[in-house]
């Protein structure tokens, strides 16, 4: 009987599925921040029905920023059991940064659904909060991102045949530059 064998995961291999963690966690984050600048809009349009409508914004973000802190935690986590030089600097800085969010749009949430208007004037200044927040962590996730993808040993690269201002090497870039961009 034939046995198929899955092979083990390598260091590559886990580096780019925490690659592509980060990434989805990005677009996630991409939408908090929308989320949270819509309700800001609101807030600031005055009514009863912006009103609303940013306290209910605010509750929808009060759940995508719980979402991902719990993602960003489990993330850290698994840095403990195979930790990536890559990640291991960014992503306790994204954990607290999560954490500090969901924080804010949690008190925002409080402070919306109570009556009065020294409510809704905190509860505009922590939407606020929580939307700069939200544009961080965007920001820097996507910056974690660039520093996670693996990029080739930069010391194994032959650069003997690399001269400043070398015109055949132009001439080669540029040649193959045409070529993919199908001209």
Request: aromatic content about 4%; glycine content about 6%; hydrophobic content about 40%.
């Amino acid at each position: 009987m034939s046995e198929t064998r899955t092979p083990a995961r390598t260091d590559s291999a886990a580096g780019d599925s925490r690659a592509q963690a980060l990434r989805q966690l990005g677009s996630r984050a991409h939408q908090l921040r929308a989320t949270t600048r819509a309700s800001d809009h609101f807030i600031n349009q005055g009514g009863d029905d912006a009103v609303n409508t940013a306290s209910w914004l605010m509750s929808a973000a009060l759940d995508l920023a719980a979402e991902l802190a719990a993602d960003i935690d489990g993330l850290a986590r698994s840095l403990k059991e195979q930790p990536d030089a890559a990640l291991d600097a960014v992503v306790p800085k994204l954990r607290v940064l999560s954490h500090q969010l969901q924080a804010a749009a949690k008190a925002a949430d409080h402070f919306l659904d109570q009556e009065g208007g020294d409510f809704q004037d905190t509860g505009s200044w922590l939407i606020a909060t929580a939307s700069g927040l939200a544009g961080k962590l965007a920001a820097d996730i996507d910056n974690a991102v660039t520093s996670a993808r693996r990029l080739p040993d930069k010391s194994k690269l032959d650069k003997s045949t690399i001269e400043p201002h070398d015109p055949q090497f132009t001439r080669r870039v540029a040649a193959a530059t045409t070529t993919a961009r199908g001209g």
